[in-house]
């Protein structure tokens, strides 16, 4: 999912940088016009979808404990996503009377019947923003009230994701460290469907109110913008990556640095099981010679 995010941020990205020639977009014909309208739209959409498949992840695994439910439905996120997103965003092409570039405001000017073109573009466009927000809010508070138990368990917890039922130790207490980890991922999985809520809130905002402030049409434009660098730097929450990270932190700190116990075993199981025996990186050789 966050790979098929990342491609909808790319979409997005793409349309945008040609959005900022004025002279490009004045001379395109309208079928142009249409064809960036419906990109960035279905864009949008498919990433609202796929956060939405992402919460619907989370509340199989983390609220309702249906693992194999989940597991399931995982694999067709992504087709069904992309699918209905620009499935249901293609009458951007067709919908309208005509579809016109403005320079001065350097935005797309739909000509219809106001009332018509503000009903086609909700039903075809922020609506689904709209739900999606709604649902992904809502999710994320969820989840963070119920991972949040979590920190405070001793001996039985529903299962959620990124191992956490690895964690707890024999007495069915946790130390230090795990209790970071369990903070890093509840962080992390929260973190996830709470950025449509960030970037698009103030976009459906500002096309609800029939003349928006200055600020508030500044905000709808910049925070779109910034979905590919939020979901980046929630993805590199990984807890997977904290060895890794606090690694090279103390390379450029000049100090040494010794990997925690459950930053350890997590690394770990992303590496071939070669690389996870005597001799691997996480393990020095019983003889100084084999260094050489």
Known sequence: ISTAIAV???????????????????????????????????STVTFIFLSVCMGIQLVLMVLANQR???????????VVSFLTGFLIT????????????????QMFYLEDDI???????????WTWVFVGIVFLFCVAIAVYLQMARVWRAKAEFQRPPEHLDKLRSRDGRYTDAERRHIRSVTTRVTLYPMIPVITQTMVVTC?????PPFWLFVMANIMPTLQGTFN????????????????LVDLFLCRSYVPDKIELSDSMQHLPST????????????DDHVLA
């Not at 194999?68 to 992504?78: D, G, K, N, S």
């Not at 092409?93 to 403005?102: D, P, T």
């Not at 690389?275 to 019983?286: A, F, I, Q, V």
Request: glycine residues 2%.
């Open 275 to 286: 690389l996870r025996g005597p001799g691997s990186l996480y393990s020095l050789p019983k």
């Open 207 to 211: 096309n609800l109110l029939p003349r």
């Open 90 to 105: 293609h009458p951007y092409m067709y919908l309208f009377k005509s579809v016109r570039w403005v320079p001065t405001a």
């Open 232 to 247: 980046f730097l929630v993805y590199i929450m990984n807890p997977a990556l904290d060895v890794f990270r606090k690694a």
């Open 8 to 42: 909808c941020d790319i979409i997005y990205s793409v349309c945008q940088m040609f959005i900022f020639n004025n002279t490009y977009m004045s001379n395109l014909t309208e079928i142009h016009l249409r064809a960036f309208l419906w990109l960035m739209a279905g």
């Open 68 to 78: 194999l439910m989940a597991e399931r439905v995982q694999p067709w996120y992504e």
């Open 115 to 125: 009332s018509v073109s503000k009903r086609n573009v909700w039903l075809i466009h």
